[in-house]
């Protein structure tokens, strides 16, 4: 079965900008539909944004909107997530989720990837 | 919007006794497509949501037939008919499907075993 491998954990400044990758280990994203989700420590789970990469579809949550840029490498059948102009509040766990676009039959999520902004 | 609520927020239960958490939606869920988009996915600490159950009862391949999901409109049930100590975690009602988003989680009902 599919598997969603994720980028370690990072630790930022206020202000600056993180990057999280989320690699397919099929090496490619071709039928998915990829969605980022985030959890603050102790924290419910909250959906970011999400896209078809093969279509360049992509929705973003209100919330995020003009913060996070959502981007893949065909050739490595990577995922990217870019959070900008971070804050305390962003300090949480980065979630990719992955499913078929056509049907809901399958899904799949990585580790996560600790993020931690603080001056 | 959609607003998932969940109840109860906590439950303690005792091994092989059976569990029931219930989720509320403030609108109807059916889509355009006459499918019900309602997710169960259990968290175990440390760990990524793991989906047990889509469309309203349809459990995904590996999860224990203990678990079993029902419902419809606004109204949902999960239930495990006898919990197990690996049954611990943090159970959330999800709305929505991978195309087109967006996810709408419930707030989580934290299961303990005794």
């Known amino acids: 079965q599919e598997h969603l491998v994720q980028s370690g954990a990072e630790v930022k400044r206020p202000g600056s900008s993180v990057r999280v990758s989320c690699k397919a280990s099929?090496?490619?994203?071709?039928?998915?539909?990829i969605s980022w989700v985030r959890q603050a420590p102790g924290q419910g789970l909250e959906w970011m944004a999400g896209?078809?990469?093969?279509?360049?579809?992509?929705m973003y949550a209100q919330k995020f909107q003009g913060r996070v840029t959502l981007s893949t490498d065909e050739s490595t059948g990577t995922a990217y997530m870019q959070l900008s102009r971070l804050t305390p509040e962003d300090t949480a766990v980065y979630f990719c989720?992955?499913?078929?676009?056509?049907?809901?039959?399958?899904?799949?999520w990585g580790r996560g990837t600790l993020v931690i902004v603080s001056s | 919007d959609v607003v998932m609520t969940q109840s109860p927020l906590s439950l303690a239960v005792t091994l092989g006794q059976p569990a029931s958490i219930s989720c509320r939606s403030n609108?109807?869920?059916?889509?355009?497509?006459?499918?019900?988009?309602l997710n169960w996915f259990q968290q175990r600490p440390g760990q990524p949501p793991r989906r047990l159950i889509y469309?309203?009862?349809d459990r995904d391949s590996g999860v224990p037939d203990r678990f079993s999901g029902s419902g419809s409109g606004t109204d949902f049930t999960l239930k495990i008919s006898r919990v197990e100590a690996e049954d611990a975690g943090v159970y959330y009602c999800?709305?929505?499907?991978?195309?087109?988003?967006?996810?709408?989680f419930g707030p989580g009902t934290k299961v303990d075993i005794k």
């Open positions: 896209f078809i990469p093969v279509f360049g579809s992509i």
């Open positions: 099929g090496g490619t994203f071709s039928s998915f539909a």
């Open positions: 989720r992955g499913g078929s676009y056509r049907d809901d039959t399958f899904d799949v």
């Open positions: 469309k309203v009862s």
């Open positions: 609108q109807s869920l059916v889509y355009s497509d006459r499918n019900i988009y």
């Open positions: 999800v709305h929505g499907t991978h195309w087109p988003p967006p996810l709408t």
